[in-house]
């Protein structure tokens, strides 16, 4: 079965700053891998996802995924964060018949200081 | 227009009370979810239906019934509620079963027992 890892509960970054989320994934074959963004109150919008191809993924709101196979890794990236980004943010993975739904991390919580 | 809309958005009730939350989407989707999410913001996969028909059914207890009239919409019934029910559920539809296809989703449900 797969899984999902998001080794880091709460990130702070001053606003302006870069950001990197880490994401690790356990799945047999090739996984199809997903970023959402949650803010308060609402429901989950999908960021970017990455299936084949180009390993460098970009996505709305400025956001941009590495994934990385030798690491089993779908790192999230934004060169300068807005103190709207704060919010909480999960990694997913899809199995390959996609009936299990998807699989998600723990999600990490962002929080932007001014 | 809301992609894939919820109702209630907030359901206060108490133990042992029947309720039920609806779910419509606009996007000619054939699939549909609904997820849990804890109190630590976990989110888990309950039942999937790909042309009205249950796909999965993640240990979830019987008390917990799905009912999906059309392709549209996937209704939750939740018989004699529990404390540990209480929860924030999202629905959530795809195009198809496929796993790299993303999932829409809701603005959830946040439901509370007394």
């Known amino acids: 079965a797969q899984s999902v890892t998001q080794p880091d509960i709460h990130i702070t970054v001053s606003e302006g700053a870069s950001l990197e989320l880490r994401c690790n994934y356990s799945?047999?074959?090739?996984?199809?891998l997903f970023w959402y963004v949650q803010s308060p109150g609402q429901g989950l919008q999908l960021l970017l996802k990455?299936?084949?191809?180009?390993?460098l993924v970009q996505g709305i709101k400025g956001f941009e995924a590495e994934f990385k196979r030798s690491q089993s890794s779908f790192n999230l990236r934004k060169p300068s964060v807005h103190w709207s980004d704060a919010a909480e943010y999960f990694c997913?993975?899809?199995?390959?018949?996609?009936?299990?739904?998807?699989?998600f991390g723990k999600g990490t919580h962002l929080i932007i200081q001014p | 227009d809301t992609a894939v809309s919820q109702t209630p958005k907030y359901l206060v009730t108490q133990m042992g009370n029947d309720k039920s939350i609806k779910c419509e989407q606009n996007?000619?989707?054939?699939?549909m979810y609904w997820y849990k999410q804890d109190s630590k913001k976990f989110l888990k996969i309950m039942f999937s239906?790909?042309?009205?028909?249950?796909?999965i059914n993640e240990t979830v207890p019987n008390r917990f019934s799905p009912k999906s009239p059309d392709k549209a919409h996937l209704n939750l019934h939740i018989n004699s509620l529990e404390l540990g029910d209480s929860a924030v559920y999202f629905c959530?539809?795809?195009?198809?079963?496929?796993?790299?296809?993303?999932?829409?989703f809701g603005d959830g449900t946040r439901l509370s027992i007394l």
């Open positions: 959530a539809s795809s195009l198809g079963l496929e796993g790299n296809q993303p999932q829409h």
């Open positions: 799945y047999g074959a090739t996984p199809y």
């Open positions: 990455y299936f084949s191809g180009d390993t």
């Open positions: 997913a993975v899809g199995a390959g018949g996609g009936a299990d739904g998807l699989t």
């Open positions: 996007l000619g989707h054939d699939t």
């Open positions: 239906y790909n042309n009205k028909e249950l796909i």
